[in-house]
């Protein structure tokens, strides 16, 4: 993975607001912003989908 290097992503503010908002006021779960949260997100669905079709 590069470093330093960023994109842009738009999301819909009801998503925002209703799922990643709600994580940030649970302290257990420990993420500290929503950037956090997506870029985790993102690396297990495709971690999941890499598992699926690995054993497809």
């Known amino acids: 993975m590069v470093r330093g290097t960023y994109v842009t992503l738009k999301l819909p503010e009801e998503l925002v ?3 990643i908002d709600s994580l940030l006021d649970i302290p257990k779960y420990g ?4 950037a956090e949260i ?3 997100a993102v690396r297990e669905y ?3 989908l890499e598992k699926k079709n690995s054993t497809s």
């Not at 993420?31 to 929503?34: E, T």
């Open 17 to 19: 607001k209703e799922y």
């Open 31 to 34: 993420f500290s912003s929503r």
């Open 38 to 40: 997506v870029k985790n």
């Open 46 to 48: 495709f971690e999941k």
